[in-house]
């Protein structure tokens, strides 16, 4: 739709200038092809598949405590601001600290390098514990300070972990080379400015149900769809790192959730099912709509008004019906290739589009003129992502 189309569509919805505007500020398609992108070589990943080999032997805490300076520390309020954290966390600095990050099921916790299409591989940490699924949240995604997290957060996707053991390796090789070089001048000039050389991504799921739906909504045994909503999840993440890569852009945005869910629907069953993700939003009754379901997490980029946000769900309900018609005329996914590129479809494809009479339409005809960027899974732009983010998307 132009400008105009949707103007007019919004103002049938809302019937109010101040909803219209913010909503297209909200639907505003941020994941537009880069013409030029940035290599970032995935070398982190040489050293997850030592800590995953490791951990196995000796148990994903006991391991990466070792790596990640946050895991020595307990949860609890202002302790960023100590110096010993600052020097653990900020300098790479080893310290023996007195309090200790408190586990209550250590052993249940585990580690892999889960490898998708969307992305190659990324290192995923699995806590069955709730309890330890939160307290690793908030040592990794909140320096160790306590947050109170959605019901509906299954999830932590970390992007930019401070990986001083790496900096600690490239300090060793240089000074081999270099016995009379200042590290401190290297380490200014060329290791901060890319950090790809000392930061990791990671993904921390729960093994909980999905957003917070029973399993009996759904229609599964809870051993099944416990099992479903850990593969949900791991393909939801990766597809938010899917569009930070490909698009150099992720926000707690309805459009990245839409895509998200996308991904990791029909990666556990095979094709889309809208009826699912309504539930997981919490529109399983639109126009009621359900206090507690995940709408209500993704204000960004702005706080939406409360005519707008009613305006949002039908933008979405009316979204999700045009990706299951799109989805049901493709059929079931059959390549790699092209389930990617019935995401990357979502992606360029606006919200109040796709909730348009033209939305199943314009899916069609974007799917068929798409290509696969060769540059997928290796090179991102540099613009528009945050360090870390929390993920309300994933239960």
């Not at 309504?278 to 359900?290: H, T």
């Amino acid at each position: 739709m132009n400008e105009q189309e949707k103007h007019e569509f919004l103002e049938k919805i809302v019937h109010s200038k101040e909803a219209t505007e913010q909503l297209l500020s909200y639907c505003e398609n941020k994941f537009i092809p880069a013409k030029t992108k940035v290599a970032t070589p995935d070398s982190y990943l040489e050293t997850w598949e030592a800590y995953v080999a490791e951990a196995s032997e000796k148990g994903v805490i006991s391991t990466l405590k070792k790596y990640i300076p946050q895991l020595q520390f307990p949860v609890e309020k202002n302790i960023s601001s100590s110096e010993v954290y600052k020097n653990a966390t900020l300098r790479g600095r080893v310290v023996e600290s007195d309090k200790k990050l408190q586990l209550r099921n250590p052993e249940r916790i585990a580690l892999e390098l889960y490898k998708t299409p969307l992305i190659g591989k990324v290192p995923v940490m699995t806590v069955s514990n709730k309890d330890d699924f939160y307290t690793i949240c908030c040592a990794l995604g909140n320096k160790n300070e306590p947050k109170e997290l959605p019901k509906s957060m299954g999830a932590l996707f970390i992007n930019g972990l401070n990986n001083w053991h790496r900096i600690k390796k490239l300090q060793t090789q240089w000074q081999a080379q270099h016995p009379y070089g200042n590290w401190n001048e290297e380490f200014k000039k060329n290791i901060l400015p890319n950090p790809h050389l000392y930061k990791d991504k990671l993904i921390v799921l729960s093994i909980s149900n999905y957003s917070n739906v029973s399993h009996t909504v759904v229609g599964k045994s809870e051993t099944d769809w416990q099992k479903i909503s850990v593969a949900i999840r791991k393909e939801h993440e990766c597809a938010h790192l899917f569009t930070l890569q490909q698009y150099g852009t992720m926000a707690n945005n309805m459009h990245d959730e839409l895509i998200a869910d996308y991904a990791g629907i029909t990666k556990a069953l095979g094709y889309y099912n809208k009826d699912w993700f309504l539930q997981f939003i919490g529109l399983e009754n639109y126009p009621a709509y359900r206090k507690g379901g995940r709408l209500e997490n993704y204000q960004e980029p702005v706080q939406l008004s409360t005519a707008a946000l009613k305006g949002l769900q039908h933008i979405i309900k009316n979204a999700a019906t045009a990706i299951e018609k799109f989805d049901h005329s493709l059929g079931n996914n059959t390549t790699d290739e092209e389930r990617m590129r019935r995401i990357q479809t979502l992606c360029e494809v606006d919200l109040l589009t796709m909730a348009s009479v033209k939305g199943e339409q314009q899916l069609i005809e974007t799917y068929n003129t798409s290509r696969i960027s060769p540059y997928h899974g290796k090179e991102k732009r540099k613009n528009n992502h945050r360090s870390q983010r929390y993920s309300p998307t994933n239960l």
